[in-house]
Nanobody
Framework: QVELVESGGGSVQPGGSLRLSCEASGITFSMYVMNWYRQAPGKQRRLVASITNGGSPEYADSVKGRFTISRDNAKNTVDLQMNSLKPDDTAVYYC?????????WGQGTQVTVSS
């Protein structure tokens, strides 16, 4: 059974930081590109950051310079460090594992940025 379990969401003031973590089980983690998506109320789910099997990251323009994605293939985890958070970052954040032939989602974790 495949599971992606996110943790680390919460509420923070603008300018603050949060670190999201996703632990995967039931997959050969190193074979998957790992992604973080987010979905704000009334909006489409959008890709925030990706990291390849080899550790090469990519970011949406809206988070470049503020967010950092990292992975630990030994622990089957992918993290998203979020700094300088803005109210527009408020969303449910989802972990995603993509191998082309298979694609899995976590249940999501809420991030709220508000003063």
């Amino acid at each position: 059974q495949v599971e992606l379990v996110e943790s680390g969401g919460g509420s923070v003031q603008p300018g603050g930081s949060l670190r999201l973590s996703c632990e995967a089980s039931g997959i050969t983690f190193s074979m998957y590109v790992m992604n973080w998506y987010r979905q704000a109320p009334g909006k489409q789910r959008r890709l925030v950051a990706s990291i390849t099997n080899g550790g090469s990251p990519e970011y949406a323009d809206s988070v470049k310079g503020r967010f950092t994605i990292s992975r630990d293939n030994a622990k089957n985890t992918v993290d998203l460090q979020m700094n300088s958070l803005k109210p527009d970052d408020t969303a449910v954040y989802y972990c995603n594992a993509d191998a082309g032939w298979a694609n899995y989602w976590g249940q999501g974790t809420q991030v709220t940025v508000s003063s």
